[in-house]
């Protein structure tokens, strides 16, 4: 009887679900200019011009179109770049604290302008880095890694942050693997393996109470401020686990050359950091959920473009590469030495 307590009231919710029906709303709006733009200092400043449209006009950007779909891009634009209120000429490279102001101008869509500040790179230090191998062999002693020497791993790595006191400031991480060792002797591949995002907490701070008690985590979400650590330093504990490498091979001495990964931390602007967080909140937030479903109204898009949208945000990025050569190539040695 409990159970069909729960159930009843459910009911008349699935019964509105087979009664539905297309209509147009018949909102009447003008197309507008759209900026989108992601500087990153030391490369050209290189803003993608579009126009707003209908849902139903189709969903593609300017760099997806295929014969079936609408072309959404405007051929009459002109668009002027001001650095700190001067004029600067085309392909102009962003550097750190430049203030840049994009102004787009068309005669079908109107004018459309943003401001976004490039801000500086962050100060990183390793302060701890740990492999730890979970399995390895050389070729042939592994069902899955017949031809090959591979080596499982996980890797945590202590990465520390030095805060600017006077402003506000936003971040994002991410990790890429490197290896240099193809040659006549094979081929040599570094997985990315799987990013613990729960073992750092910070990547979870725009998560909410009510989020939260509803389930939302902050997979994928690698971007976070200072509010807890203004002014101060904080250190970011990043776990990575199931990191496999393998080789086809002879003689991985002479073939293995570097192999590790390249830890970025990018500085971001507030504009980087509320559309991502914005993105996140439709696709993995309570609310985007309810709004998806009619429980709660409808998300309203962010923008830092006068026409409200698009976006035009700005990043500087400092870097740091683990070197795992040396490990891997330990840990494949004390096999052959069984």
Not at 77 to 98: F, L, N, Q
Not at 197 to 216: L, N, R
Request: net charge negative; aromatic share 12%; with cysteine.
């Amino acid at each position: 009887m409990a159970v069909l307590n729960r159930i009843l009231p459910l009911l008349p919710a699935l019964a509105l679900t087979g009664c539905y029906e297309n209509f147009s709303p018949g909102v009447q709006s003008e197309p507008v200019l759209c900026i989108n733009a992601i500087v990153t200092a030391g490369n050209p400043v290189e803003p993608e011009l579009s126009h707003t449209w209908y849902y139903t006009d189709g969903s593609n950007t300017p760099w997806q179109n295929d014969q079936n779909e609408p072309d959404h891009s405007v051929a009459d634009a002109t668009v002027r770049i001001y650095i700190d209120g001067h004029p600067m000429p085309e392909g102009y490279t962003a550097a750190e604290g430049d203030t840049i102001r994009i102004v787009a101008e068309s005669r079908t869509y109107g004018s459309a302008e943003a401001t976004v500040t490039v801000p500086h790179a962050p100060a990183i230090t390793l302060e701890g880095c740990t492999p730890r191998a979970t399995s390895y062999g050389a070729a042939g002693d592994h069902p899955d890694y017949a031809m090959m020497d591979y080596v499982m791993f996980d890797l945590n790595v202590e990465l520390r942050i030095d805060d600017h006191a006077a402003t506000a400031d936003y971040f994002r991480f991410y990790y890429e693997p490197v290896s240099y060792g193809t040659n006549e002797h094979g081929i040599e591949v570094l997985s990315r393996g799987s990013f613990n995002y729960d073992a750092e907490p910070i990547f979870s701070e725009h998560i909410g109470v009510f989020e939260s008690v509803t389930g939302s985590d902050s997979w994928g979400f690698t971007f976070f401020s200072d509010r807890q650590f203004a002014g101060d330093s904080y250190t970011l504990r990043l776990r990575l686990t199931n990191i496999s490498y393998h080789a086809i091979s002879v003689d991985y001495d002479e073939r293995l050359e570097h192999c590790g990964f390249l830890l970025t931390l990018a500085s971001v602007s507030e504009s980087y950091y509320k559309w991502c967080n914005y993105i996140w909140q439709c696709e993995n937030g309570i609310v985007g959920d309810m709004s998806n479903v009619g429980f709660a109204p409808p998300m309203p898009g962010y923008s830092n473009v006068s026409t409200g949208a698009g976006i035009v945000a700005a990043q500087t990025p400092s870097q740091y590469y683990i070197d795992l050569t040396d490990f891997i190539r330990s840990t494949l040695a004390s096999d052959d030495s069984k």
